[in-house]
């Protein structure tokens, strides 16, 4: 397993952008799918986005055109690029790391997780 440690969470007013980073720990990190999910008070937690090993991407379609999930895997981070943002994306976002089948949105392929960064969106 990798430890996950998210940052860059915050107050925003809609239309802003805010970048989640996500530093992970050890030395196979290159190898692991990495994802954000996100969970809103009262609700599921849900995918948001993941990037395979090689740098495929894949989206939820409330977020596609408007996130983007990068990676450097010389600096073990993942980061989610978020534009246009919307009170409805106020949430807790989780960072995800797994060596599981690609492409995947099941949050039970991913073993390891971060503690999570709040996102706030005001109207």
């Known amino acids: 397993q990798v430890q996950l440690v998210e940052s860059g969470g915050g107050l925003v007013q809609a239309g802003g952008s805010l970048r989640l980073s996500c530093a992970a720990s050890g030395r196979t990190f290159s190898t692991y799918a990495m994802a954000w999910f996100r969970q809103a008070p009262g609700k599921e937690r849900e995918f948001v986005a993941a990037i395979s090993w090689s740098g495929g991407s894949t989206y939820a379609d409330s977020v596609k055109g408007r996130f983007t999930i990068s990676r450097d895997n010389a600096k073990n981070t993942v980061y989610l690029e978020m534009n246009s943002l919307k009170p409805e994306d106020t949430a807790l976002y989780y960072c995800a790391a797994g060596m599981t089948r690609w492409p995947t949105r099941d ?17």
Do not use: A, I
């Open 107 to 123: 949050e039970s392929t991913f073993g390891s997780w971060g503690q999570g960064t709040q996102v706030t969106v005001s109207s």
